[in-house]
């Protein structure tokens, strides 16, 4: 059987590829650890030498820079909020039995996580906010120390009075957090499989933290305090303080000033979102390059090799580039059914502190872009592992977007791709493009012509044979081996078939004994065919597949709708449609202007059974908006786009915000 694919790693041209795949639910370090285990003993007792299984690509690698992520998130946050603590309140112990909130919480929180099947990620423990989760026990610590600093009351009669005090609104705060979340609880796709765990986290920690406030820490302050606690902030927090009460009395005296100002910085900040662009999600870097290639339809293997050892060599010599893996065409399984025609190069990089110094990896992309435009005939994009799947799930077609032309007909599909695919070279920012070809597969068409073949008294179907026997193949006769038979077929060989004129002197017998060449009878030509025909809900497409670098994807999707709008016409029972991480951000948004708005509603009547009366729950609202003020400067500030995780963000700092005016309030 003729090979259908090849590959290639380092400066080997013909390897063999094995992938190890997890199953759903399984843990993939233990996994991992098996599987290098087998592989040990596969090298050893069972391969003769020189021949070995070497691991290219890895998870566990970027599970271990996840993890030490995550345990120094978890450690620098713990260490930044017991700093904090102890610089506000004062006090060492007081900061101290606060922290211990914190670990507590986080175990009754792993626990339920592990209860409910919940996963444990970069997302959803890189993205615990510790100054949350204290938040009740500081309001509970510092009301106890006020009771004691005011004197007339003993330690436990302090502890119980403060509680009293305070349970009521750290009961309803804790839940204003969690309704701040819920919108994430009923995300779908990819976004809601990355951030619901974070909210299930959340939640978790945010209820124990609560559970633990409300019980652990008055039993902690009994045993740490003392009948008399000394408090006393830092000197700075002291003169801020000082400072700000005079500032306070006079915003108070001219509070429409204050409200004109406030609102007009907001409205600033509200045209300013518009600059910031938008996103789907951030990228994480895995800290490798996923290239796709794709030649014209027509190659064949040889020549697809040897465009694969040219780009290979090329790459080798890039000094940030460690290994190379080529897969070219198809695997044997079939579970990828593509053409020789497609290749595909994982480029797997040198770890942070090995690069060459001054070098990126988006130099690196600009600099192989260079060297893939020196091969014609080819169009090409840049992912990454782990991404570049996540992006063929999200466009249907082998890119990070995509446009889907619908229609019947096949030729006027393949014009409009063309027509759509100039548009897009317009728009800043849009690289990567290539349209997935459907036609260009040579194509043998017969046209017998049944008047002239009746003149010499043939009929279609002795045409029909002949033609069938010299390309496809008829047998003639039995080999027999052994006990075996096998039969013997002829056609013509490989360059004929694929010549016109060769076929066109075929012959067909005539009833009168003479023979006719099929050129008299018939009309030989060759054209391009479909070489795949792609469909979608029953309908035919054509894609035309994009990236976007060095701009925010929104707004560059955004300019070739226009274009597109604007200069392509389509003819009737035609259609076109965005797909890709584009379509996907706008379902997510779309879906978040439905949940955000019953969320915020959710919000409102907690804080009117919280105040019981409209007025104080509508002035902590009208908060809300405000508290995007500095969210959206750090957007700025930091060169990041409002995608969203972003919006996510946002959501909780509303929660905070709205938590705050209740404190406020109450107390």
């Not at 025609?341 to 480029?347: A, I, M």
């Not at 799930?393 to 977007?401: F, I, T």
């Not at 379902?587 to 907690?606: D, H, W």
Request: overall charge neutral.
């Amino acid at each position: 059987a003729p090979r259908l694919g090849m590959f290639q790693f380092n400066d080997n041209p013909d390897s063999v590829e094995g992938i190890v795949y997890l199953r759903r639910g399984e843990n993939a370090t233990e996994v991992l650890a098996r599987v290098r285990n087998t592989v040990e003993n596969i090298n050893k007792q069972i391969l003769p030498p020189g021949i070995e299984v070497a691991p290219f690509y890895d998870r566990q690698v970027l599970l271990d820079i996840t993890i030490g992520t995550v345990k120094h998130t978890l450690f620098f946050g713990i260490s930044l909020v017991l700093a904090v603590l102890f610089f506000f309140l004062g006090n060492l112990r007081a900061a101290a039995v606060v922290a211990a909130v914190i670990p507590l919480a986080l175990c009754v929180s792993f626990i339920q996580m592990h209860l409910w099947s919940v996963p444990a990620n970069l997302i959803s423990l890189g993205a615990i906010d510790f100054g949350v989760i204290v938040d009740s026990a500081v309001i509970l610590t510092e009301n106890v120390m006020r009771h004691l600093e005011e004197g007339g009351k003993r330690l436990k009669q302090s502890i119980i009075i403060a509680t009293s005090e305070v349970q009521r609104a750290m009961i309803y705060s804790t839940g204003i957090i969690i309704v701040a979340y819920s919108p994430l609880f009923f995300m779908g796709g990819v976004e809601g499989i990355i951030f619901k765990p974070m909210a299930f986290t959340m939640g978790f920690a945010l209820i124990a933290a609560m559970i633990l406030s409300l019980t652990f820490l008055p039993a902690m302050i009994s045993l740490v305090f003392g009948e008399s606690m000394h408090h006393k902030p830092p000197g700075f927090i002291t003169r801020l303080l000082n400072s700000y009460k005079p500032l306070l009395r006079r915003w108070m005296d001219r509070p429409l000033t204050v409200i004109a100002v406030a609102v007009f910085v907001l409205g600033l900040t509200l045209l300013s979102v518009t600059r910031l662009g938008t996103a789907f999600l951030p990228t994480l870097e895995e800290n490798n390059i996923w290239l796709r290639v794709s030649l014209p339809n027509t190659v064949d293997l040889d020549y697809s090799v040897k465009v694969a050892n040219q780009l290979r060599e090329t790459f080798l010599k890039q000094p940030e580039i460690e290994k190379v893996a080529v897969q070219i065409g198809r695997p044997d399984d079939g579970t990828d059914s593509t053409g020789v025609f497609n290749q595909e190069y994982g480029l797997y990089l040198k770890s942070p502190d090995n690069m060459p110094s001054g070098s990126s990896k988006k130099q690196l992309i600009a600099n192989l872009e260079k060297e893939l435009k020196k091969l014609p005939g080819m169009t090409y994009s840049f992912s990454q592992y782990i991404q570049d799947n996540v992006n063929e799930a999200l466009s249907g077609v082998k890119g990070e977007n995509s446009v889907k032309i619908y229609g019947a007909d096949l030729v006027v599909l393949d014009q409009k791709a063309q027509e759509v695919m100039a548009q897009l070279r317009k728009v800043r920012g849009v690289a990567d493009e290539g349209i997935l070809k459907e036609l260009g597969q040579p194509t043998l068409n017969i046209q017998i012509d049944r008047e002239r073949a009746a003149r010499y008294g043939i009929n279609v179907n002795e045409i029909q044979t002949v033609v069938a026997n010299a390309i496809g193949g008829a047998a003639v006769t039995n080999l027999l081996e052994d006990e075996k038979t096998f039969g013997i077929a002829v056609r013509l060989n490989p360059g004929s078939r694929n010549d016109t004129a060769d076929i066109g002197r075929l012959l067909v017998d005539s009833p009168n004994g003479s023979a006719i060449p099929l050129s008299m009878v018939a009309t030989v030509q060759l054209s391009d065919g479909p070489f795949f025909i792609y469909r979608e809900a029953g309908k035919r497409y054509i894609a035309i597949k994009f990236s976007v670098r060095n701009r925010d994807l929104g707004s560059a999707v955004e300019d070739a709708q226009h274009l597109v709008s604007k200069n392509i016409t389509l003819p009737p029972n035609y259609s076109i449609s965005w797909d890709g991480q584009f379509n996907q951000m706008k379902q997510a948004q779309k879906k978040l202007m439905l949940i955000v708005p019953l969320a915020l509603l959710g919000i409102f009547l907690l804080l009117v059974s919280a105040f019981g009366n409209f007025r104080d729950a509508v002035i902590v609202m009208i908060n809300v908006p405000f508290a995007a003020i500095g969210g959206v400067i750090a957007l700025h500030l930091a060169g990041e786009t409002l995608s969203i995780s972003a919006f996510f963000g946002f959501l909780s700092l509303f929660g905070i915000a709205i938590q705050d005016g209740v404190i406020l309030i109450s107390f």
